[in-house]
């Protein structure tokens, strides 16, 4: 049955070397969000939870739900928590309507927008935004922002750090004047964590604990933890210009041995076929075949497994798009098994 | 919330348009593979139940066990099945060896290779098989094939047809030999079935009864049961310039509102960013600006709820691939919703 190894070495090589880098290894948050990357939620809960994480961040209640009694701190990034959750799930607010409607028995973290205009309230919303927490009594754990150039740097990353620091000195007036504890506060993965001025402040560490690039990080030695394999379905013995798949579009090079293997475009995989630019090969060395089906795809091979990645940059190069898509798009139904 | 409605009056439209062209009601089954096709697979397979299917096709044992109590014939194309599983899942047997190793307690379905040269025994296996069918007294349920030109028709698909045909006669010719009941048969969608011989034949309904065209049944006028909705989760009014997302790719073509929704490449959704040609507008008009985010894309539009699509096909034609995909990586934990 085809399996997405997860290597704990390297997954924990990885949380150190961003650790020592942050120097601030007490307030390292893990981002699990969207099936931790495609990676496996409760796997990477698990491994996170070894590594002594306290606060992580997942997409919505229901992936809060399947890892609440892991961490201390879990935020659900998107969708409202039913009264009945457990305490240590928090909602994020991104509109002051919401704030309005939230009850005053559920934490929450408050997010701002710092100029990437996707979500959160606008700064000049903060004071208002502090009038309804006051008065309404509620439960605001923390504010965060996020920086829409992480993965870009330069002047836009800098623009929005410099508002991501207005926000927070906004923040720290505004709960001297309405006389609130200070909550936590977080942006993108920064380089450098400022302490100090009472404010506790983590790190939402990301695609970096997974083994990819932060660049803002710069830290090129991080190392892939997933390896995606797939397992022989069955062989078949061709002549030269016999005919395979759907279409029958590709044809065998040669007399040999083809094989069908336990994954295709229904797990997540991007489909290939006659129109699909170059070929592309497994970790293994064996170009996956035109037309890939939704269950399998053919190799010219017999063995019994197959690596298909053991990197997931070498799928986004050649499907010109990111990891972070080939990663999430991996269905949840794929054998996850910790290694 | 982000959800999936699921039309049924479309859905038993599909299955009614298909019945009266095939002339087979009693026989009609059902593939619910892949979540079936990425439409939920519990919600269609109530569906299914309801419309009286009482044969239906799923990726794995997993899956099977998902709706073992909805269906008399529940066959799993890939996998093994477990002993405590319940004897109305079969398994589906592609080589020699399995046939060798499976318990005679666990019904089974051969796949037998009709020419796409990816799943299923050679046809010249046929007899051996019948040797240790008969001789480890195993429980053959069917036999079946899959024709690679079913979205094709033409030569090949003729050419694939003929050889299920003579597979059929070759089993039919096996089975008396070693006085066995007939299995039952099944080749792709196929336009006419053919009786008599006492063979039962059932005829395996996929995309077709999802909404999609079976082109080889010349069904034009089959209605997509999917529709794909996304929430706002915040708005902002920004000036013409001001930059939107990651990178700050996009920048407002005018003073105005724009708004994030949440589904982004994260649910299943291929990826738009600043390299994807072209402009891929929701069945609602609004236009999905680069670059998605993991969890939301952005739109120029301040609507509670957007409809992303409601015909899989616009987007297939959009990324150059086709429904089957779309459909198949949207994220099982988008909410379905039965309408």
Redesign the interface.
């Known amino acids: ?1 085809a399996e997405l190894l997860i290597n704990s070495q390297n997954f924990k090589y990885n949380l150190n070397l961003i650790t020592q880098h942050l120097d601030c290894q007490d307030n390292l948050a893990l981002v699990l ?2 099936n931790a990357y495609g990676h496996g939620l409760r796997e990477i809960a698990g491994l996170a939870r070894e590594s002594g994480i306290e606060s992580v961040f997942v ?1 919505n209640e ?1 992936e809060a739900l399947q890892i609440k009694n892991h961490f201390k701190h879990i935020t659900a ?3 409202e928590i039913s009264p009945q959750s457990p305490s240590n799930i928090y909602q994020c607010i ?2 002051l309507q919401t704030l309005q409607e939230i009850s005053p028995l559920r934490p929450f973290e408050l997010e701002v ?1 710092c ?8 700064i000049h919303s903060l004071s208002n935004a502090f009038e309804i927490i006051a008065k309404r009594g509620l439960k605001l754990i923390g504010v965060f922002t996020h920086n ?2 992480g ?2 740097g330069g002047e ?1 990353f800098l623009l929005q750090e410099g508002n991501a620091k207005k926000i927070k000195d906004e923040v720290i007036s505004l709960c001297t004047h309405h006389n609130l504890p200070f909550p936590r506060f977080h942006s993108l993965n920064t380089s450098g964590v400022l302490r100090g001025n009472g404010v506790r402040e983590i790190v939402r560490v990301g695609i970096g604990a997974y083994g990819y690039a932060c660049d803002s990080l710069n830290l090129p030695s991080l190392k892939p933890i997933a390896s995606l394999w797939a397992d022989k ?4 013995s ?1 002549k030269k210009g ?7 579009i590709y044809e065998m090079p040669y007399d040999g041995i ?1 094989s ?1 293997y ?1 994954l295709g ?2 797990d ?1 995989l991007f ?1 290939i ?1 006659e ?1 699909t630019q170059g070929k592309l090969l497994c970790s293994s060395g064996e170009q996956i075949l035109p037309r890939m ?4 795809f ?1 190799a010219l091979s017999d063995k019994e497994k197959i690596c298909v990645f053991s990197d997931a940059r070498e799928w986004a190069k050649f499907f ?3 990891p ?2 080939i990663l ?2 991996l ?3 794929i054998k996850r098994k910790v290694i």
Chains 1, 2 share one sequence.
């Open positions: 049955m969000k969207d997409k229901a990034f998107y969708g991104q509109s927008n100029g990437m205009n996707r979500n959160g309230i606008p829409g150039f993965d870009e836009g379905i069955c062989s078949h061709l016999e005919k395979i798949g759907y279409g029958g083809v069908s336990d475009y229904g997540g489909r076929d129109k089906s939704m269950d399998c053919s010109d798009t990111i972070y898509e999430t798009k269905s949840p139904f």
